[in-house]
């Protein structure tokens, strides 16, 4: 059964700081990763996927990195905003139509 | 653009009531997903409907029906809600390609078993 961790669970930085976001995986047979953002009340948001052949996305600010030998995923911000504010969650996709969701890294920028 | 719509946004039920969620999407998916979130967890998918007329269970189904009515709607029913049920429930549609499937997500309905 696939399993996905993040780390740390909650992280508080000052704006202006580049960060990075873990994620790791038990199981390496997945079709593709993704990353969500969640705001508070709100739903997900789906800011990057990586496929499964892929090494890494980028959009903007943000890039995520894929190591499937390992079972890991980074997502990295660049100098980062009070608007990034929110819960980011990775997701596994191991069957094409099922998603494993890791338990979300609270992120707070202060300004 | 409305994408996924979920009603009711909130609800509060006695324990052994019943109440049904409803879920639409206009994006012209083929599959669509209802998955709960608790404190602290991230989402666990309940059931999953790759296309219209099928459906099936995912990783936590026990207590929950699910309807595909058509493309566009997917409901998730509550026959007889216990506490334990209590927690924010996610619709999500996609397209379905295998290697690229991203979800979309509606905004959560809030529910609270008491």
């Known amino acids: 059964k696939q399993e996905v961790t993040q780390i740390p669970a909650a992280l508080s930085v000052p704006e202006g700081e580049n960060l990075v976001l873990n994620c790791s995986f038990t199981?390496?047979?997945?079709?593709?990763l993704q990353w969500f953002r969640q705001d508070p009340g709100k739903g997900l948001t789906s800011l990057l996927l990586i496929q499964s052949s892929q090494r890494e996305q980028t959009s903007g600010r943000l890039n995520a990195s894929l190591d499937k030998s390992s079972g890991r995923s980074t997502l990295y911000i660049a100098a980062s905003q009070p608007g990034d504010s929110a819960t980011y969650l990775c997701a596994v996709d191991n069957a094409g139509n099922m998603l494993t969701f890791g338990g979300g890294t609270r992120l707070m920028v202060k300004p | 653009n409305a994408g996924v719509t979920q009603t009711p946004k909130f609800q509060v039920l006695k324990t052994g009531q019943s109440m049904t969620l409803q879920c639409a999407q206009d994006?012209?998916?083929?599959?669509m997903y209802w998955y709960r979130q608790d404190p602290g967890m991230g989402l666990r998918l309940i059931y999953y409907?790759?296309?219209?007329?099928?459906?099936d269970k995912g990783e936590v189904p026990n207590g929950y029906n699910v309807s595909r009515l058509n493309k566009r709607e997917f409901s998730l029913r509550l026959e007889s809600a216990a506490p334990s049920q209590t927690s924010v429930y996610f619709c999500a549609s996609s397209e379905q390609r295998l290697a690229k499937n991203i979800q979309y997500f509606g905004a959560g309905t809030r529910l609270s078993v008491l």
């Open positions: 199981d390496s047979a997945i079709y593709n």
């Open positions: 409907s790759a296309s219209e007329g099928t459906t």
């Open positions: 994006m012209n998916h083929n599959s």
